[in-house]
């Protein structure tokens, strides 16, 4: 079972809840105040109790890798990233312990003030096309024709690396495009700096085939 302690406490509640609706229905108590509190308890408070930890128990599992792989299609893509000898981006901030088992969620994730929200919405986007365009499209026809809704934005590399500590700066690159990586014209994932995040990506292909 899950080690998650809010799947832990929905569990719990909602055992409680059946505890006392089973007391209710084979006692047949008179419904005095006593009665009233364990039916409020037992239909009401322990319930919402169950939805909120359950929601909440829900939302860690889908920051989870292997959810994120768990549809055929990105299955290449959790397996990269837990590839221990693989070199890309997603493969080595996999085995970062600040990110491990969350790493796809870590760098997909909307950082702004209703990043939560906003990201799931995306995940919703995500859940329809596969269902309605990708659900029994093979894996090569797939990797061939998915790429990224928009440029993946240096501001989420910059949650972490702050391009302000001395040791990024002490390295040429970084000093000379600052400007361009701040402004996003220049990609951090690109593959002149530090390469796709993926191995499948359009930009890791057109760098395989020498195409700018």
């Not at 108590?29 to 009401?44: A, E, M, S």
């Not at 269902?131 to 990224?148: A, V």
């Not at 934005?153 to 970084?174: K, L, Q, R, V």
């Amino acid at each position: 079972m899950s080690s998650d302690p809010f799947l832990i406490l929905a569990l719990i509640t909602t055992g409680l809840a059946a505890i006392l609706l089973l007391w209710f229905l084979i006692r047949r108590p008179i419904l005095n105040r006593t009665t009233k509190i364990v039916l409020l308890f037992g239909i009401g408070v322990l319930p919402l109790m169950t939805a909120a930890n359950g929601s909440i128990a829900g939302y860690h599992a889908t920051t989870q890798r292997q959810f994120c792989g768990s549809c055929h299609v990105m299955t290449p893509y959790s397996d990269d990233s837990n590839d221990r000898k693989s070199t890309t981006l997603a493969a080595r901030h996999a085995r970062n312990t600040l990110f491990g088992d969350t790493n796809c969620y870590a760098c997909h994730a909307n950082y702004g003030m209703y990043g939560t929200v906003l990201t799931k919405i995306g995940g919703l986007r995500h859940v329809y096309e596969y269902t309605f365009n990708y659900r029994n499209t093979p894996i090569k026809q797939f990797l061939e024709e998915i790429e990224i809704r928009e440029p993946f934005p240096n501001s989420t590399c910059m949650h972490c690396h702050s391009t302000e500590n001395p040791g990024w700066s002490a390295i040429g690159d970084h000093t000379s495009t600052i400007d361009r990586l701040r402004a996003g014209t220049l990609s951090c994932a690109s593959a002149g700096c530090h390469g796709p995040a993926h191995p499948f990506s359009k930009e890791a292909k057109r760098a395989k085939a020498g195409v700018k």
